[in-house]
């Protein structure tokens, strides 16, 4: 249960989400969507989470910035995010890129994604913002880190997570004094500093920022008039400000979110195929790292209107179950076996087939006599009868995209070549 000290600050607040980025990492799941909008854990969306975030925190004015591929993202959030009330003093913004301050220009960068919408987020007047990235999995309440930003004075707090050296070279690194204050910030560092006392540790960046509105207005016209700058917010906002302001650190661990059952932090950036793979996983694992039952943190998405899970025969070789698996809305498990997978809405596997280890988006069809083991299948795929997949690592690279861990991704393309 989080704590919180006096008014809350976070009705006086909006979380503006950036969710513009493609993720070519994840390859073809991002060919015609968002990395925001790509599905996970068997019902949700990758964006999901930080505007779950934000509505449990208690923050009820949002912003949402787009620009790649945007459309299966937009009619996402139409479907399960329309549920804001003027009348409520609560609102939700889609911002597509639209040219707005240049007719050359889309946002050119993470800042400039904030600056072009200054006017619209000014008609709102929230006295604190909260920027996110609409692209990570986790669970946290933005109260606590807005409660630390007001008691500390800062012109900016930093949310960041406590990293292996090594693994810190991708992120944006901090190094602090005692006092948690940002000494310097630095983007994916060759030699990441360390934190004081821990020298195998670093502090690495979430991409959440917290700002007093006016002073990130006015960080947000300097930087637009500055030649030479990214527009981007690791790049120049934050460099800037640690050197002549005062930038916070504030860490995961205060304010992360767990159920009782979950013992440790749950952060995961999905950008690759093998991270995305292995986060899904996760979710099936008999105590989860992230507990997606928890009720009083939910998940918020679109609530498909479709008929329950079917499991059906029950004849030896032909029994339809599902071990150690989510099964979702309107899949039919038809005499198959599913096996530490996650079945998105309207999947339907036919007779003597199987899934070992599988992340089926919604829609797919698998044929009768088909085995699959460490697949992806992107949305709508129909798998040939017989087919295997798993088996003959040569034989998979040539047909379908295999990563070095061995989970293969397929699509539609994919199978059409086949043909």
């Known amino acids: 249960m ?6 809350p600050l976070a009705r006086d607040a909006m979380a503006y989400v950036l969710a513009g980025g493609r993720g070519s990492r994840l390859w073809e799941l991002t060919d015609n969507r968002a990395k925001p909008a790509v599905y996970f854990g068997g019902v949700s969306r990758i964006i999901d989470f930080a505007l779950s975030n934000a509505i449990n925190s208690g923050i009820r004015r949002i912003g949402v910035a787009t620009q790649y591929k945007a459309h299966s993202l937009i009619r996402h ?20 890129a639209s040219q707005r301050i240049s007719e050359s220009l889309w946002y050119e960068g993470t800042a400039d994604a904030v600056y072009q919408n200054i006017d619209i987020i000014a008609s709102h007047a929230p006295k604190y913002m909260v920027i996110l990235a609409g692209d990570h999995i986790y669970k946290m309440d933005y109260e606590i880190m807005l409660q630390q930003h007001v008691a500390s004075g800062a012109d900016v707090t930093i949310g960041c997570l406590v990293v292996p050296c090594e693994e810190a070279k991708g992120f944006g690194v901090m190094a602090v004094d005692a006092n948690s204050v940002i000494t310097d910030f630095v983007e994916k560092p060759e030699n990441p500093p360390s934190i004081p006392g821990d020298p195998a540790n670093s502090l690495a960046s979430m991409g959440i920022y917290v700002f007093d509105t006016k002073f990130l207005f006015e960080q947000l016209r300097l930087d637009a008039v500055t030649p030479g700058s990214s527009r981007d917010f690791g790049k120049d906002i934050i460099p ?41 996983l996760d979710l099936t694992d008999v105590v989860p790292k992230l507990n997606m039952y928890d009720r009083d943190w939910p998940i918020w998405t679109d609530q498909v209107v479709a008929a329950p899970a079917k499991f059906v025969h029950d004849q030896d070789g032909r029994r339809g179950m599902a071990i150690s698996s989510l099964i979702s809305q309107d899949c039919i498990v038809s005499g198959a076996v599913a096996r530490r997978s996650l079945l998105f809405t309207g999947v339907k596997m036919g007779s003597f087939s199987s899934v070992d280890e599988g992340v089926i988006l919604p829609y797919c069809n698998i044929g009768r006599g088909a085995r699959l083991s460490r697949v992806i299948l ?35 393309a994919m199978i059409e070549r086949l043909k």
């Open 2 to 7: 989080r704590e919180t000290y006096g008014q």
């Open 77 to 96: 959030m139409q479907r399960a995010w329309n549920f804001m009330r003027p009348e409520r003093n609560e609102s939700f913004d889609i911002l597509p």
């Open 240 to 280: 800037h400000i640690v050197k002549n302001g005062k930038a916070v650190a504030h860490r995961f661990t205060d304010s992360c979110i767990r159920a009782a059952e979950e013992i440790g932090e749950y952060w995961r950036d999905v950008g690759t195929v093998d991270a995305y793979f292995e986060a899904n």
């Open 378 to 412: 992107d949305s709508g795929v129909r798998i040939p009868e017989g087919l295997v997949v798993g088996e003959d690592p040569v034989l998979d690279a040539k047909r379908f995209r295999r990563t070095d861990n061995g989970v293969c991704l397929i699509n539609k």
